[in-house]
Nanobody, 122 residues
Framework: QVQLVESGGGLVQAGGSLRLSCAASGRTFSISRYAMGWFRQAPGKEREFVAAFSGRIYIADSVKGRFTISRDYAKNTLYLQMNSLKPEDTAVYYC????????????????WGQGTQVTVSS
């Protein structure tokens, strides 16, 4: 059974930084063999793509230059470094994984974490 567990969310002032982690587990699950990414969902809004990695990095225009996606294969963990945070970045952030980057980017991934709340105060 595959599990994706996010951590690192919290409350931060505008202009601050947070680093989210997504620890993946499962008997044979390796992040090196899956497209891995982050989505977010703000209150009253649809879930939206933030960033992904699958051989190359994909990143949403709304966070480009502020957010960085990375991974540690030895720890089987995906990260999202978020700098220069804005109040509009407030959302629940979800880690996801799928064999297909195309399915991942449109939000139909096979595996999802439970989410971690990020709140940016003005």
């Amino acid at each position: 059974q595959v599990q994706l567990v996010e951590s690192g969310g919290g409350l931060v002032q505008a202009g601050g930084s947070l680093r989210l982690s997504c620890a993946a587990s499962g008997r044979t699950f390796s992040i090196s063999r899956y497209a891995m990414g982050w989505f977010r969902q703000a209150p009253g809004k649809e879930r939206e793509f933030v960033a992904a990695f699958s051989g190359r990095i994909y990143i949403a225009d709304s966070v480009k230059g502020r957010f960085t996606i990375s991974r540690d294969y030895a720890k089987n963990t995906l990260y999202l470094q978020m700098n220069s945070l804005k109040p509009e970045d407030t959302a629940v952030y979800y880690c996801n994984a799928d064999p297909s980057i195309n399915r991942l980017r449109v939000g139909t991934s096979t595996y999802w974490g439970q989410g971690t709340q990020v709140t940016v105060s003005s």
